[in-house]
């Protein structure tokens, strides 16, 4: 998987799919302008049909490389009818972008939700917005990775669909510096707390590298704390499957930890340079993990994409 089922079990975090992140993409349009989007709801709307109305949606951007948020855009919905949900979505900076509850000025005050097949664009000042329901984009043959590396051919992910978060917006907006880092977060009020439940940025790292009694504390984690806490086990996973030796591993390690995607916008985007959607983060796991014997999975990246914004595929119906 990416980041889907990142809860202990290969289960959503707390058995809640409205819970689970998918993945995280970043990427530059012409114009000058980021692309910055959040997946979650694994195989929807079959374990839910909506975002969760206690949740917090965010995506931290950190501007000048200490592994802290500096921007933050946070997501909060309204409880769902059989039909509607809205979403605000706010914009905090320096302390308040550090903290996980929804903070800051809001950019969108209660705009519809998608749950149809047509998106829903929102356009506030130089932001242009979506939320709702759409086809997942992630490609992998899983049955072939779970089998030893008998690939079968088939891509688990050719008819599967998500509930998308997508954001664009000016690169000044990000600060002036080309290089910006992005993580995705999502939070639970419960009990007049917030408490983190799930969080990434680079693909397919929990699933690989977390030993179960591990990834609830993963998830509730933040990414400065990163390289301390987890160099040791996950130099462990590379040596074993890898046969990395120590400084190897390290090496290795050090494009995905801390767990924070890096995106020069100054480069073309491509992982790891950011995500774009089209981009085989699967190959690219599974050539790290493997140091270099298996490098690809043979499947290639969906032909459903939208060439503009929400970018995001028509969700499967059926």
């Not at 209660?110 to 709702?132: K, R």
């Not at 030893?148 to 088939?154: A, D, L, N, P, Y």
Request: hydrophobic share 40%; charged share 20%; net charge negative.
């Amino acid at each position: 998987m990416s980041h889907h089922l990142s809860g202990p079990d290969l289960r959503s975090p707390m058995d809640d799919a409205r819970l689970d992140l998918t993945d995280l993409f970043a990427f530059t349009v012409p114009g000058e302008r980021t692309v910055l989007i959040m997946n979650v709801n694994p195989i929807a709307p079959t374990g839910a049909a909506a975002f969760h109305p206690d949740a917090v949606y965010r995506v931290n951007v950190d501007t000048d490389g200490d592994h802290r948020a500096d921007v933050a855009f946070s997501c909060v919905f309204s409880p769902p009818t059989e039909t509607e949900q809205t979403v605000t979505v706010y914009r905090a900076t320096g302390e308040q972008a550090r903290a996980h509850e929804a903070a800051g000025e809001p950019i969108l005050t209660d705009m519809p939700v998608s749950f149809g097949t047509e998106p829903a664009v929102a356009e506030s000042g130089p932001y242009l917005f979506f939320a709702g329901f759409r086809s997942d984009p992630f490609f992998a043959d899983l049955d072939g990775i779970v089998n030893k590396f008998q690939w079968t051919g088939v891509d688990w992910g050719a008819d599967k669909n998500v509930f998308g978060i997508v954001l664009e917006m000016p690169h000044a907006e990000l600060g002036t510096a080309p290089e910006i880092g992005v993580w995705a977060r999502v939070s639970l009020w419960q009990d007049g707390q917030l408490t983190s439940v799930d969080r990434g940025a680079h693909p397919s790292l929990t699933a690989y590298f977390n030993a179960e009694d591990v990834k609830e504390t993963y998830n509730a984690g933040e990414p400065a704390d990163d390289w301390d806490t987890y160099r040791e086990p996950w130099t462990a996973v590379l040596q074993h499957f890898g046969g990395y030796d120590r400084q190897a591993a390290e090496q290795a390690l050090r494009t995905v930890l801390p767990d924070i995607l890096r995106l020069d916008r100054g480069k073309p985007a491509a992982y790891p340079n950011g995500r774009t959607l089209t981009d085989d983060v699967t190959s690219a796991r599974l050539a790290m993990l493997t140091a270099g014997k298996v490098p690809t999975d043979h499947i290639g990246p969906h032909t459903d994409l939208l060439p503009g914004f929400p970018y995001l595929g028509t969700p499967h119906t059926g």
